[in-house]
């Protein structure tokens, strides 16, 4: 049986994904500590069965709790370990004792002793990679300056309450390390985790692919037009964010793509101060001991642009360019409206987020052709995603 759990809760846009992959890899090797990490390339289906803001059917959310939570407690009986790592940065948005009662009726050998460990990124930077971000996945389809002017009503940048919560609830046992590249271990956060994971052992680790890049500010902008078509065609939320993650992916190992990075203007980043200063603050005092995120929020005032980058497609792609786009968008919209069963299924496998495949599914035929499809149409609008002359060369 495994010794004892630690539970990586993100926080989104910290690094989640390269963590995962890295565990997925097992590209950490230590001699001292032993550890077995999640089948699953991310834990999210645990952290969503226990979110009560998403358990819209209660007794279809009770299933889903008690299969997922009782396969984990299967899984560390299973394994002969020190450490079992999981990994989903949704637990971040989740009430602590949300998965303390979890583990208390599944897995009640950890409930005293499972660690936490989230990384918490600096206000101004994840309220622009987060912007990005929602935009890839088609949750957000403003411009910066609405997103900005929304954060007052969003919770996810109130860091420090939400945070405070799991410290009161698991005491020493929570980490919350700050993501920072001069703060993070080699300045990496897969090192980092590691480090912080195994207490200090000495370890190794093999290098792994760049993942979940973030896209550059003409990709983004081209994404507001390809996300829309998607959502007037009727694509739900779901498959957006995966058609989202998978254009993310592919551009990631995509040469001749824009390299334009995103920037707050000073006037965004002096919005963000006012914002969340107090936020910063509490978080400085309670958790670092030194004005770590206040320093942060006065850089981003003194890094920022004088004027807003534009985010208007048509300020770096041809309208024809920019219709190809949309058709295609169209087209993959009919498909996966038509089998959502298909290609989701497969992207899912080939990521590692679960571990059926087309092959254990009713339609077998049916379902391929369905994803070979998408698959061909993602190749077309990758395509027409780089600049004008690598796309007309494509």
Known sequence: MIGNLVFHIGDPKNGSSSI??????????????????????????????????????????KKRRKLLFSQKADWARSHEADLGLISAEFF??????ALI???????????????????????????????????KTGTELCTLDESIEGQKKRRMLKYAQRFLRWQNKFGDRFTLRPFLRSEMRDGDVVA????????????????????????????????????????A???PEFMRLSLGGAIGRALAATPGRYRTKMALSRAHAEA??????????QLDQSFFGRPLMVGELNAAIEKGLLQGQSLEPLDYYPETQ???????????????????RGWRLEYQRRIGQRLDRIEDQKDTEVLRENATRVWALLD?????????KAAAAE
């Not at 077309?380 to 004008?388: N, Q, R, S």
């Open 20 to 61: 995962q992959q890295a565990m997925q890899q097992r590209a950490c090797h230590c001699e001292t500590v032993s550890y077995v990490c999640q089948e699953e390339l991310n834990a999210s289906a645990m952290a969503y069965a226990i979110d009560p803001k998403r358990r819209a059917e209660k007794e279809q959310g």
């Open 92 to 97: 971040s948005a989740v009430p602590p004792k």
């Open 101 to 135: 009662k979890a583990l208390e009726e599944f897995m009640p050998q950890y409930t005293e002793t499972a660690r936490i460990v989230a990384y918490v990124r600096p206000h101004a930077g994840r309220a622009l990679s987060g912007y990005a971000q929602r935009v």
């Open 192 to 231: 980092d985790f590691f480090e912080t994971v195994l207490q200090g052992a000495p370890f190794r680790l093999d290098p792994i692919s760049s993942t979940n890049e973030s896209l550059s500010l003409e990709e983004v902008a081209a994404m507001r037009r390809v996300q829309r078509r998607l959502v």
């Open 233 to 235: 065609d009727g694509v």
């Open 272 to 281: 963000l101060k006012t914002l969340f200063v107090e936020d910063a603050e």
């Open 322 to 340: 920019l219709w190809r786009l949309e058709r295609i968008a169209g087209d993959i919209a009919r498909l996966v409206n038509a089998q959502p």
């Open 380 to 388: 077309e609008l990758i395509a027409e995603l780089l600049p004008p």
